[in-house]
């Protein structure tokens, strides 16, 4: 059977999503994928390896990630669901499961992934909610940078915009929405593509930050896309506010209805 899990997290003090170790070691190494998979393995005695819809960094969290695993031993839903969460640390839970088609894939059925960053515009730093947040002390407009951002919209080459260490095949990706709204004290980042590359979400807000606070123009945005490189850019946003609300499916995988799209 395969099947699919919703999993939340708080990033804070892992390595990042991705294993560290050896598939199929289950020594502690820092990761997410690690620690769920000892979960899962001792739920069903047997070693499970998962599959994620998105690979998040150190410090980044996530509202619903989507995983899916293999296995031949069998556990009710509820099993899998309470078993597991019952051997995972607080900072991690799994949230539903459901059977999946054996050609279902987390990762490759996915048609798009969404992210939001907060920042806490106000000259005190947070001391409430910091592991969850961004701060900039400096004014920002948030119409400017939401101005700006539109520009980035489409099948665009995001080589300004990803990281050295990005190992990805090519730099093109489809960003289908970004809006950038303030709330009180907070400016809030939602943004949506087919797929992201490495730190390309904070990479693009730490960007936006200089638009925001006055020391870039509005049409900077659009230049460095053209320009392709990163060393012109602003800034890496910290993870600490990015979280990750989870990828969007067709609905015929018959996944819950926070993760399905219509597209």
Request: glycine share 8%; hydrophobic share 40%; net charge positive.
């Amino acid at each position: 059977m395969r099947y699919a899990l919703g999993i939340e997290y708080d990033g804070s003090g892992y390595s990042g999503w991705q294993r560290l170790s050896q598939p199929g070691s289950m020594a502690p190494d820092g990761s997410l994928q690690t620690t769920l998979e000892a979960a899962l393995s001792r739920v069903a005695n047997a070693q499970i390896a998962t599959v994620c819809a998105g690979r998040t960094d150190a410090g980044v969290h996530a509202r619903c990630q989507v995983v899916h695993f293999d296995t031949e031993v069998e556990r009710s839903l509820r099993g899998w669901v309470l078993g597991t969460t019952a051997n995972l640390p607080p900072t991690l839970a799994v949230r539903w499961c459901v059977p999946v088609a054996a050609d279902f894939s987390a990762r490759f059925s996915a048609r798009a992934r969404r992210y939001r960053y907060r920042i806490l515009n106000r000259s005190a730093r947070p001391g409430l909610e910091r592991q969850y947040l961004g701060w900039d002390h400096r004014l920002l407009d948030a119409a400017r940078m939401h101005a700006a951002a539109q520009t980035l919209l489409g099948e665009r080459d995001f080589s300004s915009f990803r990281s050295a260490q990005c190992q990805a095949t090519h730099a093109r990706r489809n960003l289908q929405d970004i809006s950038i709204l303030r709330t009180g004290d907070e400016v809030v980042v939602d943004v949506q593509a087919n797929a992201f590359l490495h730190h390309m979400v904070r990479n693009i807000v730490g960007s936006l930050l200089l638009v925001g606070c006055g020391e870039r123009p509005v049409e900077w945005i659009a230049e460095l896309l053209e320009q392709r490189d990163r060393t012109q850019a602003g800034p890496t946003a910290p993870a600490a506010g990015l979280l990750f609300l989870g990828p969007k499916y067709p609905r015929h995988w018959g996944l819950p209805e926070e993760v399905c799209s219509d597209e």
